[in-house]
């Protein structure tokens, strides 16, 4: 963690009006290091170290942000969008001596966010806000945005970096993690289907969030959404797999890393709370199509994030920040035994989701 006098200097770096009152830690995400930037005139900022070993094209990352937040603003979104702040060498991104680069925004005041829902309203507005994310930024060219974590949630891949972690794991990680290595050597045909159907260009190309869980949406006091935020990763994708991580850390009953396995389920009035509001947002703009594989979008970023988790903890832990030695390999465990949950209601799902979007069965 970055200490208090080089935040200070980090901040004054940044075209503010004012001296500094307080720095607080903002413990959010797995990535980047956050802070709460509070100055004398009492106007608040969030301050964003950006990790540097996950994204190695930063200007990429920062030119994303700053269109889609202009865009959404133009557009005048029901939902408030980013406000970046620029440096005063006239930049959306300070780069230090240690080459680490930073960004600032606008606080948003009087909010809320959650890491799990407590009621069906949340869920609901959750749903409307990723889903008016991806309507309103279908008027942005996804030419302009670019690819900055090429095959991000390509389940090919995922199982090739996955397959070398396992030639160079020590022998007890692997020993200790086999039922999870089973897994997903078992399920990786079926989670291999959306990369194929997107080759085949069956799906449109859009905008999307790629990391659409509950915690990146802003709520106020009456559990109304205010603001999708954490913009790092957005990138031309298809919808399928915004939705499912979305589903993924909103109609579970778990956090991500609890290890009572055996109570892992997915919530399915969630789900349909959830998949409600998206479709209220977005029937007008899916095809059929993209409708029909949503659910698949569900157990393969389910099965990734899990695989993710997996290929990490044997890989020593070098890209998630973990509590401790194993906290990837019970993140692993718990996300594959929410695949089991959505594989063992798979049909209730899919006609949830038929439902919610006005379709008959599409074959």
């Not at 900055?148 to 022998?171: G, I, M, W, Y």
């Not at 915690?215 to 009456?222: A, D, H, M, T, V």
């Not at 109609?251 to 009035?269: G, P, Q, R, Y």
Request: aromatic share 10%; proline share 2%; glycine share 4%.
């Amino acid at each position: 963690m970055v200490n208090l006098e080089k935040l200070q200097l980090i901040c004054h770096q940044f075209k503010v009006e004012s001296s500094i009152q307080s720095i607080k830690t903002l413990e959010s995400g797995h990535i980047n290091d956050t802070y709460l930037i509070t100055l004398n005139n009492n106007e608040r900022y969030v301050l964003q170290k950006l990790n540097t070993s996950v994204f190695n094209d930063i200007k990429g990352v920062m030119a994303n942000k700053i269109t889609v937040s202009k865009h959404l603003k133009q557009l005048k979104s029901p939902y408030q969008s980013l406000d970046f702040i620029m440096t005063k060498t006239s930049k959306y991104y300070y780069r230090d001596e240690m080459n680490d680069y930073w960004n600032m925004m606008v606080y948003i005041s009087n909010c809320v966010t959650y890491d799990i829902p407590n009621t069906n309203k949340i869920v609901y507005e959750a749903g409307k806000l990723y889903g008016d994310f991806i309507t309103q930024n279908a008027t942005l060219s996804s030419g302009v945005i670019k690819e900055t974590l090429p095959d991000f949630h390509n389940v090919p891949l995922r199982f090739s970096q996955f397959e070398q972690a396992l030639k160079t794991a020590d022998d007890i990680k692997i020993t200790t993690a086999k039922e999870v290595i089973d897994f997903a050597k078992k399920n990786k045909d079926e989670m291999c289907e959306l990369a194929a159907l997107k080759t085949n260009n069956i799906f449109p190309i859009r905008i999307t969030h790629n990391d659409a869980k509950l915690s990146n949406i802003l709520f106020n006091k009456n559990e109304e959404g205010l603001a999708v935020i954490d913009l790092d990763t957005v990138m031309p994708g298809i919808v399928h797999f915004d939705f499912g991580d979305s589903v993924r850390s909103i109609c579970t009953n778990a956090a991500e890393d609890d290890d009572d396995f055996d109570a892992i389920a997915i919530k399915l009035d969630y789900y349909e709370a959830f998949c409600k509001g998206h479709a209220d947002a977005t029937k007008t703009i899916l095809t059929p199509q993209e409708v029909k594989y949503l659910p698949l979008g569900v157990k393969t970023i389910i099965f990734i994030m899990g695989l993710r988790f997996l290929t990490d903890y044997l890989n020593n832990n070098k890209y998630y920040k973990v509590k401790y030695d194993a906290h990837n390999l019970v993140r692993c465990k718990n996300q594959f035994k929410l695949v089991e949950s959505v594989q063992q209601h798979y049909d209730h799902i899919l006609k949830i989701t038929y439902h919610c979007y006005g379709l008959n069965n599409i074959s």
